[in-house]
């Protein structure tokens, strides 16, 4: 029982890892806003723009009918690079909305 307990508390801290990391006293979480990040963070090293599309395709199995809905969404990618002591954080926003944060290699 207590392994379990173990194991159930490091795939917590795990995916609270991925999901959040520290910017001075701020925590930065998915779902953040792009401004509340800026104001907590100021400005990455890194920003990049992008379209996508995001959708779905629905078809009737004898074909007789066939449904598509895409949606545009615009991509911000964000790096933060907070010194050789601390790993650089790649942020992915869509639609201004923070959806992935990403620890990539040490900062310089």
Request: charged share 15%; proline share 17%.
């Given at each position: 029982m207590k392994k379990?307990?173990?194991l159930s508390g490091?795939?917590?801290a795990a995916d609270t890892a991925e999901a959040a990391f520290r910017c001075g006293s701020w925590l930065i979480t998915k779902g953040d806003h792009e401004t509340e990040v800026l104001q907590k963070c100021?400005?990455?090293q890194y920003m990049e723009e992008r379209i996508g599309y995001r959708g779905n395709r629905l078809r009737h199995p004898r074909g007789s009918l066939e449904i598509e809905e895409f949606e545009q969404v615009i991509i911000h990618e964000w790096i933060y690079n907070f010194?050789?002591?601390r790993l650089q954080q790649r942020l992915l926003f869509e639609n201004g909305i923070l959806k992935e944060i990403n620890d990539l290699e040490h900062g310089y």
């Open positions: 379990i307990l173990l490091f795939l917590f100021g400005e990455p010194g050789p002591r």
